[in-house]
Nanobody, 123 residues
């Protein structure tokens, strides 16, 4: 089992920045690929960013150039630095872990989830 706990969400003005953290406990963190998803009411959960255990990253087009995903395996933590935030970035953000290392876009392909943290961007 892997337990994931997100933090760092909040209210920010458009153009501002936030950094989300996801602390993992349980099985060896370094063996999992880690992703950030987000979800708004009435919409499907969508992937935002992903980071492989070797540091390779993926970003959704909507956040490319503004968001940065990193991981610190020594601290069992993955981060999402969000800059130049827009109103459309408002969502609940979830951290997720998967044992399959090849990139996956669907929530059902993930093994563990955090409880989510709300990000609200005011315009």
């Amino acid at each position: 089992q892997v337990q994931l706990v997100e933090s760092g969400g909040g209210l920010v003005q458009a153009g501002g920045s936030l950094r989300l953290s996801c602390a993992a406990s349980g099985r060896p963190f370094s063996s999992y690929a880690m992703s950030w998803f987000r979800q708004t009411p009435g919409k499907e959960r969508e992937i935002v960013a992903d980071i492989h255990w070797n540091g390779n990253t993926y970003y959704a087009d909507s956040v490319k150039g503004r968001f940065t995903i990193t991981r610190d395996n020594a601290k069992n933590t993955v981060y999402l630095q969000m800059n130049r935030l827009k109103a459309e970035d408002t969502a609940v953000y979830y951290c997720a872990a998967r044992a399959v290392l090849r990139l996956r876009f669907l929530p059902q392909d993930y093994d563990y989830w955090g409880q989510g943290t709300q990000v609200t961007v005011s315009s």
